[in-house]
């Protein structure tokens, strides 16, 4: 089996089992209940045998019809009729908690002894929840007086189990109370109709209609109700009518009868939520025992066997879908849908078999998403692949060369968005972008330039997928650099006898140039299928094409170090420059390093990025380049200003900005910014320009903090070292009138990192 087929069935299974844990936790319950009843009433069709079942019911013409009001003198007659009518059994949906009247109950004692084959009802009052064994425990039961229940032939229970919903589907079979077992009403008058000594489990009557109880593992069973309308019409009789024998020969002979209250709101009568509606309690017994006694019970799946075949479904749907596109997964689901709801009519309707099919909705459901996610994702990769591949196949050195290189935009004043300084970052990752945007064009998962120099020490020029790299021998590799003069091509066969690393699926080794001194080569591993070729492995016809890709890389990579070189030239040149000016007036140039630690440590504490952190840092040295200009007798004068001697100093900022305005270079219009506005105070006091607030310039914001800091910290011409202590505490007072809040909030946050810049950067 291929492993992206073990995958797709691992994948499935996956999914199964999390429905599968839903579906035990009874998560799709309410929904299964629902589709349940649906069917319920989709899949009724009249009994074709007769049942034994008759239902007497009380009605609210009893007194008009019969000319007296109802009392319990009546069911003495109705006993003796049906003693007469010789019906197998008399169940009774009413209680007689009490004697009432000492003459007309001793009559009806009596008529229910001589009957011989009476069941009177118990309850529980409590819900059953519990279970312990085949019985449901109840703390006690109600029924009637002890006087009718020792005359009656049996006692059964009439309790039911609701769902979530309320609606009763099941009953339990027994319930146990102290030590006494009460079987359901209907499947104790189903043993007596049958002469059975006990109920057993299962259970199984004596007719051809009849096969057994489908007992389930929490002791209860599924009832399959008849509509209300279908019992009022094949078995039910009013009470009036059998007193006045309005009622056909033979209508209760050889049945099983149960009798009960049908008016509402009546003593003795209750309404329960069944599937078909709200039933009068006598009706919902009577709808029992029809099941009983034609044997239609509803036989719910085992949840183990569901749970079995979620999981072997899911793993054949989880390698059908993840291999067919969404169309056909849409027809699929549709298909599967309406043949799951066919199936589970046909089985309610023709088996009496409730199939949960909720948790195959769900199956499918997420096995579609899941698809689609895995669908769109193949997609989107695929076309990368394709889009990268022919943007490199136009002008590979042109986009390398300027996509990749630092964008320097001329004439930026004042604040600004310096995003593009990320161009930097982007120069020392060409290396890794170039050689990964070569390898997704060629299809290739892993790839590496070598440089390898005479007598053979191994350099990596820029690599992508190090995991595989590391399965690799080094030396034997540089050994087969030197030899190769031509490429090399292995597939896993080869790899593996050579190698020996599973995860390597085929290997080319491909010289790019091949110097006297020196030479470097192309390593590249496990191909997939690419717009350029769609083979899963290397061929001769990739060599040309690998070649003249890698030749670009190459030149792109090696700009992209000039450039960071150059940089670096720039960067120093730049800082010596700053050192020779602070030489002035100081006795060593810790300073320019101090301030420019200081502002890109604020400047990443606001949270500026760190390539904008990293440009302030870098053009804070200039920040008094403007000095230059200031004579001698004033800039080194150890006393006090004079008036006109401070308006020439406070013009270093406008000769600073002077002296760096007009250049192309991001970083010197940077520096710009922060010569001409770090001496302005966030009240409006500073200059050369008193701005306030923030007006200031962030730039300028930010480098006024950390150059008073430091002045006021430091040695001078004209003053003494303050500690570093008295230095926390002005910029504390300070904030808000020369600093800006949040500015000091940022650098006081920071001060044991301040605390050990000082230490390293001290004046010597």
């Not at 007659?77 to 000492?102: C, N, R, W």
Request: charged share 20%; aromatic share 10%.
């Amino acid at each position: 089996m291929k492993p992206t087929t073990v995958i797709k069935l691992v994948a499935g299974c996956l999914i199964a089992l999390s429905v599968g844990i839903l579906f035990l936790i009874k998560s799709f319950e309410k929904s299964e209940l629902t589709l349940y009843d649906w069917r319920i009433h989709r899949s009724y069709a009249p009994q074709a045998i007769p049942v034994p079942v008759a239902i007497v019911g009380l009605t609210e013409h009893f007194e008009s019809d019969v000319g007296e009001p109802f009392s319990r003198k009546f069911y003495t007659q109705l006993l003796e009729i049906m003693e007469k009518e010789e019906a197998s059994v008399v169940g009774f949906d009413i209680f007689f908690p009490q004697v009432t009247d000492s003459a007309v109950d001793a009559e009806f004692i009596k008529a229910i002894k001589k009957n011989g084959k009476v069941i009177l009802p118990v309850f529980s009052p409590t819900r059953l929840t519990e279970r312990k064994g085949a019985f449901y425990p109840a703390p006690s039961v109600r029924g009637s007086s002890e006087e009718f229940n020792n005359a009656a032939f049996s006692l059964g229970h009439i309790n039911t189990l609701s769902g979530e919903d309320q609606v009763v589907r099941k009953i339990p079979v027994f319930i146990k109370a102290k030590d006494t077992d009460y079987p359901q009403i209907s499947l104790e008058m189903a043993r007596i109709y049958q002469n059975r000594k006990e109920i057993s489990v299962p259970f199984r009557i004596d007719s051809p209609l009849v096969s057994f109880i489908p007992v389930r593992a929490d002791g209860s069973i599924y009832i399959k109700l008849l509509p209300p309308d279908e019992l009022a019409k094949k078995h039910f009789i009013s009470f009036e009518d059998v007193i006045l024998g309005r009622f056909p020969d033979g209508f209760f002979k050889n049945k099983a009868v149960i009798v009960g209250q049908t008016i509402v709101g009546a003593k003795n009568a209750d309404l329960v939520p069944t599937p078909w509606g709200t039933q009068f309690g006598v009706l919902l017994q009577a709808g029992i025992l029809h099941n009983v006694l034609s044997g239609q019970y509803v036989h719910r799946i085992d949840d183990k066997a569901v749970l079995i075949a979620l999981l072997l479904l899911g793993s054949v749907l989880g390698i059908i879908v993840f291999s067919s596109g969404a169309a056909g997964n849409t027809l699929l689901l549709g298909g599967f849908s309406a043949l799951s709801v066919l199936f589970s009519f046909y089985a309610m309707k023709h088996a009496c078999l409730f199939i949960d099919i909720v948790p195959f909705f769900f199956l499918f459901l997420f096995l579609y998403f899941a698809s689609l996610v895995y669908s769109l994702a193949k997609a989107v990769k695929q076309l990368f692949r394709r889009e990268s591949a022919i943007k490199i196949m136009r002008d590979v050195e042109r986009e390398i060369t300027g996509i990749l290189n630092p964008a320097e935009i001329p004439g930026i004043t004042g604040d600004f968005s310096s995003s593009v300084w990320g161009g930097s970052v982007l120069i020392e990752q060409t290396p890794e972008i170039t050689m990964r945007t070569l390898l997704v064009s060629l299809g290739i998962e892993t790839g590496a330039f070598l440089l390898v120099q005479i007598p053979g020490k191994l350099q990596i020029i820029a690599q992508h997928g190090e995991p595989l790299f590391k399965k690799i021998d080094m030396d034997k590799l540089t050994r087969r650099v030197m030899a190769a003069n031509r490429p090399v091509m292995l597939n896993r066969n080869q790899l593996k006898n050579e190698w020996g690393a599973g995860a390597l699926r085929n290997l080319i080794l491909l010289p790019v140039i091949v110097q006297p001194t020196y030479r470097i080569s192309g390593l590249f591993i496990n191909k997939y299928p690419a717009p350029f070729s769609k083979s899963s492995h290397f061929s001769r016809d990739d060599i040309p094409l690998i070649h003249t890709l890698s030749m670009q890389a190459l030149i792109a990579i090696q700009n992209a170090r000039l450039n960071l070189a150059l940089k670096d030239t720039q960067m120093e040149s730049i800082f010596r420059l700053s050192v020779a000016i602070e030489y002035r007036d100081r006795e060593t140039g810790m300073h320019i390093h101090r301030v420019s630690e200081y502002s890109g440590l604020i400047a990443q504490n606001i949270g500026l990025k760190k390539s904008e952190a990293e440009l302030i840092k870098s053009a804070m040295p200039l920040h008094d380049i403007g000095k230059i200009a200031i004579p001698d007798h004033i800039l080194l004068k150890p006393g006090k200003l004079t008036p006109e001697e401070r308006k020439i100093v406070e013009q270093h900022p406008i000769i600073g900005a002077k002296m760096l305005e007009g250049s192309d270079s991001l970083l010197l219009q940077v520096s710009g910014t922060i010569a001409l506005y770090h001496h302005e105070k966030y009240d409006g006091s500073g200059y050369p320009f008193h701005l306030k607030g923030v007006g200031i310039p962030l730039y300028g914001r930010i480098a006024a903090i950390a150059d008073i800091f430091d002045a006021i910290s430091s040695k001078r011409v004209y003053k003494k070292a303050e500690s570093i202590q008295t230095g926390f505490a002005f910029v504390r007072e300070a904030s808000g009138t020369i600093f800006d809040p949040l500015m000091t909030e940022a650098f006081i946050r920071q001060e044991e990192e301040i605390k050990k810049i000082r230490d390293k950067y001290k004046d010597v």
